[in-house]
């Protein structure tokens, strides 16, 4: 379709009407040429809109309209899908240093100082990211631990499996646990410091529950399972044996 438009001196320039393409005339042939990570092959007989069958770099054929095409898209939908790719943002957050260097992480981090990504719509701690790739899945129950005490650290060398008890050990015994991490069914808000714990072990005798319990303000129960060293404890000073 074309419309005339005339021109001051009675000349005529000719407009060509480029439709609904994005600007772009149906006789323009695409063939050939290169969009991004797609090579267009051949016009596709199709009604109404023009479109054109395209080969992607990473081996996929489509067909996309001529507008998307001049307009903006760029792949088949693999470079969207590389953007979101766990281990290509993995890497690219981390800074990798020799191999007994600790390899810090550089993206995002939560309230603890542990860096986290997005695996699957799932917010996952980078290190325990980097044991997967490196070393493989983590068994149901098991936490990956630091052997450097550096939570930014994602090299795989540094770090091992434990248990629930496992970690809290290794954060009280290196100093990171300012409270006694609490038994399940202890009130929230009861909180008794280290110091207090190792002196409940040191003094208690039996019979003596309920009374510590009174002074310490916790339960008969923490008392109980901290004398019985359920709860774990740094090894006490010397002084105090």
Not at 112 to 140: C, E, M, Q, W
Request: proline share 6%.
């Amino acid at each position: 379709m074309t419309t005339e438009t005339k021109r001051k001196g009675g000349g005529v320039k000719i407009r060509v009407d480029l439709g609904h393409d994005g600007g772009a005339a149906r006789g323009v042939d695409l063939a050939g040429r290169r969009f991004g990570r797609l090579l267009v092959q051949e016009r596709v007989n199709r009604p109404g809109k023009t479109h054109w069958k395209c080969l992607c770099d990473c081996g996929k054929t489509l067909d996309v309209r001529q507008s998307r095409l001049l307009d903006r898209q760029q792949s088949c939908g693999c470079a969207l899908t590389e953007t979101f790719d766990p281990q290509r943002r993995f890497w690219g957050n981390v800074q990798k240093r020799s191999d007994g260097d600790c390899w810090v992480w550089n993206g995002y981090f939560n309230s603890t100082g542990y860096g986290f990504l997005n695996v699957d719509g799932r917010k996952t701690l980078a290190h325990r990211y980097s044991f997967l790739l490196h070393k493989g899945p983590i068994p149901d129950g098991l936490h990956v631990l630091h052997k450097c005490d550096n939570p930014p650290c994602t090299n795989p060398d540094h770090l091992f499996l434990g248990t629930n008890q496992d970690n809290i050990a290794d954060r009280v015994a290196k100093g990171r646990s300012r409270t006694v991490p609490l038994p399940r069914g202890e009130h929230p808000n009861t909180k008794l410091s280290v110091d207090q714990a190792c002196e409940v072990r040191r003094i208690y005798r039996p019979g003596m529950g309920p009374a510590l319990a009174r002074q310490f303000g916790v339960s008969k129960t923490l008392i109980k399972k901290i004398a019985n060293d359920q709860v774990p404890l740094p090894a006490e000073p010397a002084d105090r044996r």
